[in-house]
């Protein structure tokens, strides 16, 4: 697992680290998440102020803050777009909300903290 060093230092730049430890972060959340990969494991993995990428039964969602779909659009865009399509509304997500209420799996990988945390699964409705 080669990182890209030229991406790296951009990333630690970007953030005011140093990037042996922006290395290390990304090399960590990526052997956990490669790991519950390969074992099978349903995983969510919560990107800080973006969203949070789904992997459940090897299937694939990804559902994004509506303030950083809001930022990146504009507001106007937003409404004017994803709002009024179903497929795209069923993506947008309140900042904060819990990974429990986004799936019934119970590991969760917090990235860039890398932790694994265990989510209680909500009742079935």
């Known amino acids: 697992e080669n990182l890209d060093p030229l991406r790296t230092f951009a990333v630690a730049a970007v953030l005011g680290l140093p990037?042996?430890?922006?290395?290390?972060?990304?090399?960590?959340?990526?052997?956990?998440?490669?790991?519950?990969?390969?074992?099978?494991?349903?995983?969510a993995l919560v990107l800080r102020d973006i969203g949070v990428l789904l992997v459940e039964q090897r299937k694939v969602r990804m559902r994004f803050y509506h303030d950083f779909l809001e930022a990146v659009s504009g507001k106007e865009n937003l409404e004017k777009g994803v709002f009024k399509i179903q497929e795209l509304l069923d993506m947008v997500v309140p900042q904060g909300v819990p990974v429990a209420a986004l799936t019934s799996f119970g590991s969760v990988i917090v990235f860039p903290e890398f932790k694994r945390e265990m989510v209680q699964a909500p009742l079935p409705r």
Do not use: H, P
């Not at 922006?22 to 990969?37: F, H, I």
């Open 19 to 43: 990037r042996r430890r922006v290395e290390g972060a990304l090399q960590a959340t990526m052997s956990l998440l490669s790991q519950c990969l390969g074992t099978g494991e349903d995983v």
